[in-house]
T-cell receptor, first 109, second 116 residues
Framework: EDQVTQSPEALRLQEGESSSLNCSYT??????LFWYRQDPGKGPEFLFT???AGEEKEKERLKATLTKKESFLHITAPKPEDSATYLC??????????FGQGTTLQVKP | GAVVSQHPSWVICKSGTSVKIECRSL??????MFWYRQFPKQSLMLMAT?????????EQGVEKDKFLINHASLTLSTLTVTSAHPEDSSFYIC????????????FGPGTRLTVT
């Protein structure tokens, strides 16, 4: 069964304290792995798409990496404005996105 | 870019009435759009897949007669909640896939529906 698991569920960091979020997936034939950011009361905002193991993408303080079983979202020197819920998702066999439960990040000044 | 808009951003309606939510892809064409529902502190729950010019495909447990979906053009899909009840109150989010692409979904900002 296709499955996506994110950890930790919640993460509190001090401003400037780097860390990583994990997304483990089980899917028959990876068709891409997507990272989104969601702020309270808003729709998910697209961040990255990764297609193959070893691929990396960066945007400001965020870097996403991919292996054959998991993806990491590395946050370097986070700022309070990075506080949000981060979602990862993969397309299942039917093409529908399978979402993890998300990691809620809080960055304190 | 890949911008998706929703209208309205929030709506309050009385029990028994119907409400329509619009989802538009502003700078791209979208053959396929999706409608999700999200409860507080939970992940997105797919309600239905909408393909331009054809009937929507609903997920198991979603009442198709209650949640009417129309995808009349390559840039517009609508969700109508008919005979709304308080339990329909939720955050509804649409997404769209660019025509020619397969899986990458771009999401709208969401619509908060409150049924009184």
């Amino acid at each position: 069964e296709d499955q996506v698991t994110q950890s930790p569920e919640a993460l509190r960091l001090q401003e400037g304290e780097s860390s990583s979020l994990n997304c483990s997936y089980t899917v028959s034939g990876l068709r891409g792995l997507f990272w989104y950011r969601q702020d309270p009361g808003k729709g998910p905002e697209f961040l990255f798409t990764l297609y193959s193991a070893g691929e990396e993408k960066e945007k400001e303080r965020l870097k996403a990496t991919l292996t054959k079983k998991e993806s990491f979202l590395h946050i370097t020197a986070p700022k309070p404005e990075d506080s949000a819920t981060y979602l990862c998702a993969v397309p299942g066999n039917t093409g529908k996105l399978i979402f993890g439960q998300g990691t809620t990040l809080q960055v304190k000044p | 870019g890949a911008v998706v808009s929703q209208h309205p951003s929030w709506v309050i309606c009385k029990s028994g009435t119907s409400v329509k939510i619009e989802c538009r892809s502003l700078d791209f064409q979208a053959t396929t759009m999706f409608w999700y529902r999200q409860f507080p502190k939970q992940s997105l729950m797919l309600m239905a897949t909408s393909n331009e010019g054809s009937k929507a495909t609903y997920e198991q447990g979603v009442e198709k007669d209650k949640f009417l979906i129309n995808h009349a053009s390559l840039t517009l899909s609508t969700l109508t909640v008919t005979s709304a009840h308080p339990e329909d109150s939720s955050f509804y989010i649409c997404s769209a896939i660019k025509t020619g692409e397969r899986f990458e979904q771009y999401f709208g900002p969401g619509t908060r529906l409150t049924v009184t």
